[in-house]
C-alpha cells in the first residue's frame, strides 16, 4: 500500500516535502505565515497528483490475495484484501462468513485477544444508582453502568483536570471528531460545551491564575502555554531523553 502511495503521490511523500510543510506549520502556529497560504502550498502539488491517481492508480480494494490460511469458523480459505486501515484476512467464503483478522505491521496474523474483564470503580451510575465499572472497548477504557444492558448510561474516563468554565463540576476527557482528530471536551456535555484542542496539563498558570497549561509540540521544542491569549506565559519543556 506505501509503495503504490509513493508511486502515485511522487511530489508530496517525500521527505524534502513533508520537512517544508512542518515548518510552514509552526510558522502558522507562530503567526508568522497565514494558514491559506500554506494550504495552498500543499494543495497545489497534490491536486496534480491527485487527478493522475483517479486515471492511473489501481483499485486494490477489489483485489484479493491467496493465502495458506484456514478459516477457523467455516474451513475455507483466508485471503489478503485491502481496508481503510490497510491489509487484513478475510474469509474467501464471504459474504455468507465474515471472519476477519487483523495483519500486524511484521506481517503477522493477530488473534484475536479475550475481552478484559471489568473493573470496579467509586462511580455511581446518576441514572439507576448501581456501582460503576470501567470496560474495555474497541476505542480504549471507558465507564459503565454495571447493571448494562438494562441500564446504558456510560461515562468516559477523564484526565485528572476541572473543567474550567464557572459553575461546571465536570472533567475534562479526550474525546475524537468525526475524522479521528483528537480534543478534549468537558464530561457534562451537553450541560457543558468547553473543548479545547490542545492536551490540558495539571498545572495552574503562574502569571494569570488560569487553572490549567496547554502542551504545544513545535518542530523546535515542546512547550506547555497558556491557553488565555492575553497572558502569554510560555515555558519550554525539557526533551524526552530515549532509553
Known amino acids: 500500500m506505501t509503495e503504490l502511495l509513493v508511486e502515485n503521490f511522487p511530489d508530496i511523500l517525500n521527505t524534502e516535502f513533508t520537512a517544508k510543510m512542518e515548518d510552514e506549520l509552526d510558522q502558522v502556529e507562530e503567526g508568522k505565515k497565514l494558514w491559506t497560504k500554506a494550504l495552498d502550498d500543499f494543495y497545489k502539488p497534490f491536486e496534480i497528483d491527485l487527478e493522475k491517481a483517479k ?35 478475510a474469509c474467501s467464503g464471504y459474504p455468507e462468513c465474515k471472519n476477519t483478522k487483523k495483519i500486524a505491521k511484521d506481517g503477522s496474523v493477530v488473534e484475536k485477544a479475550e475481552t478484559a474483564p471489568d473493573e470496579p470503580t467509586d462511580f455511581t451510575c446518576p441514572t439507576c444508582g448501581k456501582p460503576m465499572v470501567k470496560k474495555h472497548g474497541r476505542f480504549g477504557e471507558f465507564i459503565a453502568c454495571s447493571d448494562y444492558p438494562t441500564c446504558k448510561t456510560t461515562k468516559q474516563i477523564g484526565i485528572g483536570v476541572a473543567c474550567p468554565k464557572e459553575g461546571c463540576k465536570g472533567e475534562l476527557v479526550r474525546k475524537m471528531t468525526k475524522m479521528r482528530k483528537a480534543f478534549y471536551g468537558c464530561d457534562q456535555y451537553p450541560k457543558c ?19 490549567f497549561l496547554i502542551k504545544k509540540n513545535l518542530k523546535k521544542g515542546s512547550f506547555v502555554r497558556c491557553p488565555v491569549k492575553e497572558c502569554g506565559f510560555e515555558r519550554e519543556l525539557p526533551p524526552v531523553e530515549s532509553e
Open 55 to 89: 486515471k492511473d492508480m489501481r483499485n486494490v480494494k477489489g483485489e484479493a490475495e491467496k493465502t495458506d490460511e484456514t478459516c477457523d469458523k467455516c474451513g475455507k480459505e483466508m485471503v489478503i484484501k485491502f481496508g481503510r486501515f490497510g491489509q487484513f484476512l
Open 193 to 211: 460545551d468547553y473543548a479545547v484542542w490542545d492536551e490540558p496539563v495539571d498545572e495552574k498558570c503562574p502569571d494569570c491564575g488560569h487553572p
